[in-house]
């Protein structure tokens, strides 16, 4: 006869060890890590993809503490990866040196590469320099950051007051305003 239930609560531990051959195993694979922690960490980078798609966006680049670019795009969307910003109907401001003379530049589509500070525009680029009353057309146009370069390796045309320049190639240093024409230059003053 059992004078105190209690008494019995001895018994408990031992069964947990007598049995523990038995449920150990299933409860270590289940306890067990699983998948690549250094993937999932935050701020890894590796495994991560931010995509999306947006209407009407607003990209500010700067250098040396300054505003240089204010570009909006009517939509933006990733593109091959993350650090790829595809868009379309862009309408941009360079401000450059001088917030007294701004650059506006629109194009039907555009890719900025974020990590190389690289923008491209195509289809249809018109650039208005209104301090000088210049004009520029173009279907293609590479903006380099870095090097303060404005790249058309296609066709373009400026339009200025009392002349027009013709030329297959034209390579223009922001830094300096100084143009580089090739292939074809056609002069109409």
Not at 158 to 176: E, H, N, Q
């Amino acid at each position: 006869m059992m004078k105190n239930p209690r008494n019995l609560l001895w018994l408990i531990p031992v069964l947990l060890f007598v049995s523990g051959p038995l449920w150990k195993p299933a409860l270590v694979s289940f306890l067990t890590p699983r998948g690549d922690f250094e993937a999932s960490l935050p701020g890894s980078g590796e495994g991560e993809s931010q995509n999306f798609i947006m209407d009407s966006i607003t990209i500010t680049l700067n250098s040396e503490g300054r505003k240089e670019w204010i570009i909006k795009a009517a939509r933006a969307f990733t593109g091959r990866t993350d650090r790829e910003l595809g868009m379309i109907g862009v309408d941009a401001l360079y401000v450059g040196k001088d917030p007294k003379q701004p650059i506006r530049i629109s194009s039907n589509r555009g890719t900025y590469y974020l990590d190389e500070r690289h923008l491209i525009l195509i289809d249809s680029v018109v650039v208005r320099k209104p301090a000088t009353h210049e004009v520029l057309y173009t279907d293609l146009l590479h903006y380099y950051d870095q090097t303060k370069m404005v790249i058309s390796p296609v066709d373009v045309e400026i339009v200025g007051k009392g002349f027009t320049i013709r030329a297959g190639r034209m390579d223009y240093d922001l830094s300096t305003d100084g143009y580089d024409f090739s292939n074809g230059v056609i002069v109409d003053i």
